[in-house]
Nanobody
C-alpha cells in the first residue's frame, strides 16, 4: 500500500513562489509515473505536471516555464516548484503516483491560494 502526503501549500501574492512536497510511504518499486494535479472551485481536476520513470516530463500549457516537477534521489519525495504564481493558479493541488501501469494513488490535497 502506498500513502501520499502533500505539504507546502499556502497563501502567496501574485508573482511569488511556493514549493510543494509529496512524501510517499511504502515501496517505490513499480512506480511508472508521478504527477501533480489541481482542482479549482467549480472546475474539473486537471493535470499540472507529470514525470515518468524514464525521466520524461509533461506540463500543462498554462504552467510551462513557471512550474517544475522533480523527485529526490531516493524517489520517495516529489516536489512541484511553482514560480511567478498567478491568481488563476489558485486551487487544491494533489500529488499522484501510478504503479505497475494500473494502480493509482492520490494524496489528500493541499490548498494553494494566490492573491492579486
Amino acid at each position: 500500500q502506498v500513502h501520499l502526503v502533500e505539504s507546502g501549500g499556502g497563501l502567496v501574492q501574485a508573482g511569488g513562489s511556493l514549493r510543494l512536497a509529496c512524501a510517499a510511504s511504502g515501496s517505490v518499486a513499480g512506480r511508472s509515473a508521478v504527477a501533480w494535479y489541481r482542482q479549482a472551485p467549480g472546475k474539473q481536476r486537471e493535470l499540472v505536471a507529470r514525470l515518468t520513470s524514464s525521466g520524461t516530463t509533461n506540463y500543462a500549457d498554462s504552467v510551462k516555464g513557471r512550474f517544475t516537477i522533480s523527485t529526490n534521489v531516493a524517489m520517495n519525495t516529489m516536489h512541484l516548484q511553482m514560480n511567478s504564481l498567478k491568481p488563476e493558479d489558485t486551487a487544491v493541488y494533489y500529488c499522484y503516483s501510478l504503479y505497475f501501469g494500473e494502480r493509482h494513488y492520490w494524496g489528500q490535497g493541499t490548498q494553494v491560494t494566490v492573491s492579486s
